[in-house]
């Protein structure tokens, strides 16, 4: 007579399986920084959340931007950021990310991945050199979903290190939908605020005057005509606005005070 033990085995862990969950955590506990937005109060509480959110999900720096999609060029109405100006060298894909584009009567909003490599190739964009400097390797643009086609949209910007993290997070199919519900939560909080925060431009008045004749295609000669100085002052206030706003010429100066809403 033969005698059958059933003997149980346990299986070993699947790899796959223990990533999915340690992933599943963290977006759990990125999702749970998003609670104290249904209370929020100030510029400041949305600021606090979205950064513990940003922190929760490994991002290296973080960014939120209102932005007004009625208004040509896309102006930022608000913007809450861990390191200023880190994210203006993604400007070109972030204005295709939100450029409106009314299909059926709604507005289908996507999100974008980009990727830093360690050293520059040809086929670079060359405002990547910043972003390398700042150990960025990878970042994922985000915007909330519009109601209605025109209307101002909230965008996070995550960046991300070279780490096994951020490389997980590429691969990750539910990053993005994760930061898209927190951007939308963050802009509907901050449409709940009795006074909405608006930006304080850096630019002085006349930095802003010189800067808007420049817009509309007015050479520095013509600008010191109209508005009675001279030539060199007029240059000495445009210089003052490319240190301001990170930029090298005038051009560059008129397309971010364009796009921040500086004129």
């Given amino acids: 007579m033969f005698t059958f033990t059933q003997v149980m085995i346990n299986p070993a862990p699947d ?3 223990e990533a999915d969950a340690a992933l599943h955590r963290q977006e759990l506990k ?7 937005l249904g209370d929020a109060a ?3 509480d949305i600021a606090d959340a979205l950064r513990n ?3 929760a999900l490994g991002a290296l720096h973080h960014a939120f931007l209102v932005v007004d999609r009625s208004a040509d060029n896309l102006p930022a109405l608000w913007l809450c950021d861990d390191l200023g100006g880190w994210w203006k060298d993604l400007i070109p894909p972030l204005h295709d990310l939100l450029a409106p584009r009314p299909l059926g009567g709604v507005t289908p909003l996507s999100h974008t991945w980009f990727c830093v490599r360690p050293d520059r190739r040809d086929d670079e964009p060359a405002n990547y050199a910043a972003l390398r400097k700042l150990g960025v390797r990878r970042g994922l643009l985000v915007p909330s979903e519009a109601r209605r086609p025109c209307e101002v949209a909230g965008c996070i910007l995550l960046a991300f290190a070279d780490n096994v993290a951020s490389q997980t997070a590429r ?3 539910h990053y993005p939908a994760c930061i898209a519900h927190a951007a939308s939560l963050a802009l509907d909080a901050y449409r709940r605020l009795p006074h909405p925060p608006s930006r304080k431009s850096p630019l002085s008045a006349r930095e802003s005057e010189c800067l808007r004749w420049a817009s509309i295609g007015k050479t520095s000669w013509e600008t010191a005509c109209i508005l009675g100085v001279s030539e060199r002052t007029v240059n000495f206030h445009l210089g003052n606005t490319f240190l301001k706003l990170n930029v090298t010429n005038k051009q560059a100066a008129v397309a971010q005070a364009i796009l921040q809403g500086l004129i």
């Avoid at 990125?30 to 104290?36: E, G, M, V, Y």
């Fill in 171 to 173: 691969k990750n199919e």
């Fill in 15 to 17: 790899a796959s399986l």
């Fill in 42 to 44: 100030g510029a400041g």
């Fill in 30 to 36: 990125a999702l749970a920084a998003l609670r104290p």
């Fill in 53 to 55: 959110f940003a922190a």
